[in-house]
C-alpha cells in the first residue's frame, strides 16, 4: 500500500514541477505570446497612415500596402503568437491585389484566421517609433479603430510613442518603425 501511495506521489511531483499550481496550469497553458516589428521610410505623394488613422503629416510611408507601420507589427505580433508565421506570407508585396490596400483590411483577414483557428486576443501591447510626427492626439482615436476591427474591449489595447533621441535612421525622420506584442488564448494549449 506504502508502495502505490510513493508512486502516485512521485507521479505528482513529475506533472507539477513548477510552483504554479495546478489549477492554474491549464489555463497558462493555453497562452501564446507573439512580437510584431515593421519599419517604412517616408515617401512623398502618399497619405502617412498609422493604427488605421490618417496622420496629418506632409510625407507618408512608402511601401506595397498603404504602409501602415502600427498595424503591420500588430499583424506580425498575432500571426507569431498563432504560428502562421508572417504578414509577408499572408500578403506579398508581389501581389496585386495588395497594392495599396488599407491595413485595416489586412488586420481584419488576421483576425478572421486567428479566430478560425480557435485563438482570442487577450491583450495587445505597441511602440511607435518616430521623430516626427507627434502622434499624441491620434492615439484615443488609433485605439478605437483598431480595437473595433479586432472586437477587442479598448482597454486590451495600448499603444505608446517614442523617439529614437535622434539616433539612426529615425532620428533622422527618415521614416517610422512600429513594435507590438500579442498575447492570445487558445483552449487547444
Known amino acids: 500500500m506504502q508502495n502505490t501511495k510513493n508512486k502516485a506521489q512521485n507521479e505528482k511531483n513529475k506533472t507539477n514541477k513548477t510552483d504554479i499550481p495546478s489549477s492554474a496550469q491549464f489555463s497558462i497553458s493555453g497562452l501564446r505570446i507573439g512580437f510584431g516589428y515593421d519599419i517604412h521610410i517616408f515617401a512623398a505623394g502618399r497619405k502617412l497612415m498609422l493604427g488605421g488613422v490618417q496622420i496629418s503629416?506632409?510625407?507618408?510611408?512608402?511601401?506595397?500596402s498603404d504602409a501602415d507601420v502600427l498595424l503591420h507589427a500588430i499583424?506580425?505580433?498575432?500571426?507569431?503568437?498563432?504560428g502562421f508565421m508572417d504578414i509577408g506570407k499572408h500578403f506579398p508585396n508581389t501581389d496585386l491585389k495588395?497594392?495599396?490596400i488599407s491595413?485595416?483590411?489586412?488586420?481584419?483577414h488576421v483576425a478572421v484566421k486567428i479566430k478560425k483557428a480557435g485563438f482570442s486576443i487577450i491583450n495587445i501591447?505597441?511602440?511607435?517609433?518616430?521623430?516626427?510626427?507627434?502622434?499624441?492626439?491620434?492615439?484615443?482615436?488609433?485605439?478605437?479603430?483598431?480595437?473595433?476591427?479586432?472586437?477587442l474591449?479598448?482597454?486590451c489595447l495600448n499603444i505608446k510613442a517614442t523617439t529614437a533621441?535622434?539616433?539612426?535612421?529615425?532620428?533622422r525622420?527618415?521614416?517610422?518603425?512600429?513594435y507590438a506584442t500579442a498575447l492570445l488564448y487558445t483552449e487547444r494549449g
Open 98 to 100: 495588395y497594392k495599396n
Open 125 to 151: 501591447d505597441t511602440t511607435v517609433l518616430a521623430e516626427q510626427p507627434k502622434i499624441s492626439r491620434y492615439v484615443s482615436y488609433m485605439i478605437k479603430v483598431i480595437s473595433e476591427v479586432l472586437s
Open 57 to 64: 503629416y506632409p510625407l507618408g510611408l512608402a511601401g506595397h
Open 153 to 155: 474591449n479598448t482597454s
Open 75 to 82: 499583424c506580425d505580433a498575432l500571426l507569431g503568437a498563432a
Open 165 to 171: 533621441e535622434g539616433l539612426d535612421a529615425i532620428g
Open 103 to 108: 491595413s485595416l483590411i489586412l488586420l481584419k
Open 173 to 178: 525622420k527618415e521614416g517610422i518603425a512600429a
